[in-house]
Structure formats: C-alpha cells, structure tokens
C-alpha cells in the first residue's frame, strides 16, 4: 500500500496498456518489435505518464532479459559501468535490458559512456525522454536507436484505467467505491493525458472521502478540488512552451479567435505574462502591419496595461488584443520588405551610400562630379522630387510591394497618381 496507486496496477501485458494505440495496437510497430522478441536500441519520447516505463518493462519481461532502471536525474557513469559489469554474471545470461529515464540530463561526456556498450551489444538501451531527443540526445546515440513518440492519453483510455483504478481500491479497503460518470469523466479528462496524475487523483479523492457502512462515494466537488491544476501539461523551457506561443502566433495570424484565445488562456495559465505579450506585439507588426497600422499602438497599450496590473487582471487587455489582432485585415509587406532588404545588407550589397545622401558637404579632389546636389522635397510640389536613394548596385531593387488591403491600396493610388505625374 505504500507504492503510488499507479505501481500497483501497472498492467503486466501490451493489452492492459491504456492508450498509445498508435504504437502497441495489433500490427503496429511498436508491437510487433516487442512480439518478434529481436529488441533495438529504442529512445521513448513524450510526457510524463503515458506508458514508458510500464511498456519496458513488459519488454524485459517478455523477452527475459535482467531490466536495470536508472534515472538520470541522480545516475552516474559509474551507475552505468556497475550495470555493465553484470553483464558477465548469471544476470547477463538472456542479456541486459538498461532503462534509462530523462536522458537529456546526461551531458554529452555520461551519454559516450554508453556508446561502447551499446555497440558491443552487452547492453539494449531503452531511454526515454520528455523532451525533444533530436535536440537532446547525442547523435552518436540516436543514429543508433529507434524513436518511437508517445502521446497523451484521450479521455476514453483514461477512464479505463481509472475503472481498474477503483476495483484495486475496493479490493484494498474492503469498501465499495461509489464514482458517478461525472466524476470519472471529470477526472479522466483534468489530467492532461497523464494517467499517473489521474491515479493519482484517484487515490486522494478516495482517501479524503467519508465510508458510509461499507460505501466511499467520490463526489465532484472534492475531484475537482484534488485536480484543478492537473489538466496543464506545459514546460516553460520546453517544446510544449515553444509549440503553445508558436500556436498563438499562427491563430492570431490566422483570423481565428477562438483559438488565439484558448493558447493565450494556456500562456496566463501558467504565469507566463511575458511571452504572450511579446508574442502579440510581433503579431501586430509583423502580420496585420500596414493593413491596420493603428492597432500597432493599440496593442502596445493593452500590454502596458496587462503588465502594470498583472495577473488575473492582465487577461482582459491581452485578450481584447488578441481578438482585435484576428479580426484585423493581415499584410506582411513590411515584415516581407525589412526581411529582404537584411538579406541583401548580409550579402555585402549597397556598400556605398549615394552622394546626394551622405552627410558630408565637400568633396575631395578625386570627385568627377563636385557638390552634394540633394534636392530637397518639401520644395517640391506635393513635397517629392524623384531621385536616387539607394546605392548604385541595387538602385533598382523592389523591397516594399504594397499590400491588397484597403488601407495600402490607398496609399499606392496616391503615390501613383503623384509619381507618375
């Protein structure tokens, strides 16, 4: 009793796994390595509670190799080098099966260590992480392994297991466990696609309920009391965090309101203030731009006044920015200009600025033509003069296309008719 509820009813078979159905289903990969009983070296990415562990270690037990569990939160090379030496010993016979969780806090030196024993096949490493392995794991190891992506749970595996949840809690009490749907959906779908939080959940709900003759009867109010910060998977440094702002940043971009409102509702919900502002800002600079230029200040004045009052509060300006910038006409053709025009700075082109341009009011002995001979425009009808602004090697180059909206639209009518006079 002293194990989490989740030890307790690891399932021991790919059937009883909840969820993953991608990988563990009849015919599917995962499945089919495990039943061929020839195991690679295998990376497991994905959230937390989602099946890594339980699923190697119904591989160690189907294929009968000595399963070693390591964390690398607290593991060293030597932890590694003592699991090696057994693998000439009676434990070593059906060969040893190294579990080994959050590789990415082993640095590049630790995650070597484990080359040459994977190489010479004393070990099959099976590693997982909830971070993103292409980034954080060495790529000697990961040319070497397998990567298979775990999910989050959908509701209906988690109320699966939430149903043998609640049959090993009867069993252990003696008790009859009473859940209405309403709470079993609640819980399955608070819990982010974690079926350990929602175990979890499930063993506190039980715990601080009254037994009635024999009758422990969950109710909603205490689930959701025991859950309500369960349901946000979210890593600030993580590819959740940099998924979640990209999202923003797209819906908004995307004229959908409700979405932008819901990922900026994920953001706050986490405290994270700083990115949803920034976010906005380059929004409406980079995608409403030139078609609406007013909301530009509009925008800066909800964040200002979302960081002067914080959260709660801060959501109310952030959101009447968010659905503003949704609702406003897009144009990128001054994100597409600046873009174009660093290109070419970065190439080395327009070195040299135009005489009539530079700052300088004499010229040298060497200059074929003398003077400066800037025409200045406001002297000019309708205040322009045409001439040359850009460099000599790029004089004719197009950055700026104005935009289809209405706004550019009639801004390019009134250069039009000026220009061409």
Known sequence: MNSPLADRIRPQTLDDIAGQHNLIDNGKPLRKIIESGNIPNMIFYGPSGVGKTTIASIIAANTKMTLYKLNATTASSGDIKDIIAQSDTFAGLNGILLYLDE?????????????????????????????????YVYNAILSRSTVFEFKPLEKEDIKKALLRAYDCLEKESGAKISADEAVTDYIASSCGGDVRKALNAVELCVATADNKSGVITLDLENA????????????????????????????????????????????????????????????????????????????????????????????????????????????????????????????????????????????????????????????????????????DDIKDTVYYNFGDNKNEQAFKSYWDKIKNK
Not at 103 to 129: C, D, M, R, V
Not at 338 to 367: C, F, T, W
């Open 103 to 135: 590789i990415q806090y082993f640095n590049k030196k630790q995650q070597q260590t484990l080359l040459e024993f994977i190489e010479n096949g004393k070990i099959t490493l099976i590693a997982s992480t909830t971070e993103n392995p292409y980034f």
């Open 224 to 391: 959701r009391a025991l859950t309500q910060k369960s349901s946000l998977y979210y890593d600030k440094n993580g590819d959740e965090h940099y998924d979640t702002i990209s999202a923003l940043q797209k819906s908004m971009r995307g004229s959908d309101p409700n979405a932008a409102v819901f990922y900026l509702a994920k953001l706050l919900s986490t405290g994270d203030l700083a990115s949803a502002c920034r976010r906005l800002m380059v929004c409406a600079c980079e995608d409403v731009g030139l078609a609406y230029p007013q909301i530009i200040p509009i925008v800066k004045s909800c964040v200002d006044i979302a960081l002067q009052v914080g959260l709660p509060e801060a959501r109310i300006p952030l959101a009447d920015a968010v659905i503003m910038v949704c609702n406003a006409p897009k144009s990128n053709s001054a994100y597409m200009a600046i873009n174009n025009a660093m290109s070419d700075v970065s190439s080395g082109k327009g070195r040299q600025v135009p005489r009539i341009l530079q700052n300088k009011h004499y010229d040298g002995e060497d200059a074929l033509i003398k003077g400066q001979n800037y025409l200045y425009p406001h002297n000019y009808e309708n205040h322009y003069i045409k001439q040359q602004y850009l460099p």
